[in-house]
Every structure is written in structure tokens, then in C-alpha cells.
């Protein structure tokens, strides 16, 4: 089992940064690509992004390219979404999600490929 806790949501002005975090514990995320989600009201959840279990390859969805990166420090078992240029549609619930690849590199860009979940931070964004 793993488990997940973000962090790092809030409230900031458009064109503004905020940094998300996401600890693991109970397994060590080196064996899992690991993937950020958000969920707008009223809407269904979305891929944002995704990075394989070494860091080495990362995707994006189309809206946050360029704006977004995602990161890893396996050593402390912890992920990151830097958000930068941050706009009024961003805002939404950010989840990050965990999915067991045996230690082979992929990505994974659909939610139901994921098994663990955290619980969610809120991300606003005012104009």
C-alpha cells in the first residue's frame, strides 16, 4: 500500500507560482510513475501531468506545457508540480496518483492506470 499527501495549494493571483508537493509513504516511489490530476467544480478530473519512476521522461497535458513541470527526489520519497504563469482556469483539487510499473520506465496518462490516490489540495486562482 502507499500513501499519498499533498501539499502546497492556495490562493494566488493570476501569473503567479505555486509549488505542489506530494509524500509517499508506506512503499518507496522509486518502482511507481507517479501522476498529478485536477479536478475543476462542476467538471471531470484531468491528466496534468506525468513522470516515470526515474525521472527521466515526463509528459504534460496540451493547457500546461511550458508552464507546468513535474519533478521527483526518490530519496525522499517525495513528487512535485511547479505552476508557473498560473491562470483563473487552473484552478481546480490537484491530486497526485501512483501507479506500479515492476520497474519498467513508462508514463501514464489515464487515471484508471493509477491505483493509489492522495486526498486532494485546493489550488484557486484569482483574476
Known amino acids: 500500500q502507499v500513501q499519498l499527501v499533498e501539499s502546497g495549494g492556495g490562493l494566488v493571483q493570476a501569473g503567479g507560482s505555486l509549488r505542489l508537493s506530494c509524500a509517499a509513504s508506506?512503499?518507496?516511489?522509486?518502482?511507481?510513475?507517479m501522476g498529478w490530476f485536477r479536478q475543476a467544480p462542476g467538471k471531470e478530473r484531468e491528466f496534468v501531468a506525468t513522470?516515470?519512476?526515474?525521472?527521466?521522461?515526463?509528459d504534460y497535458t496540451d493547457s500546461v506545457k511550458g508552464r507546468f513541470t513535474i519533478s521527483r527526489d526518490n530519496a525522499k520519497n517525495t513528487v512535485y508540480l511547479q505552476m508557473n504563469s498560473l491562470k483563473p482556469e487552473d484552478t481546480a483539487v490537484y491530486s497526485c496518483?501512483?501507479?506500479?510499473?515492476?520497474?519498467?520506465?513508462?508514463?501514464?496518462?489515464?487515471?484508471?492506470?493509477?491505483?493509489?490516490w492522495g486526498q486532494g489540495t485546493q489550488v484557486t486562482v484569482s483574476s
Open positions: 508506506g512503499r518507496t516511489l522509486s518502482s511507481y510513475t
Open positions: 496518483a501512483a501507479a506500479n510499473t515492476y520497474l519498467v520506465e513508462r508514463l501514464f496518462s489515464g487515471e484508471n492506470q493509477y491505483a493509489y
Open positions: 513522470i516515470s519512476r526515474t525521472g527521466r521522461s515526463t
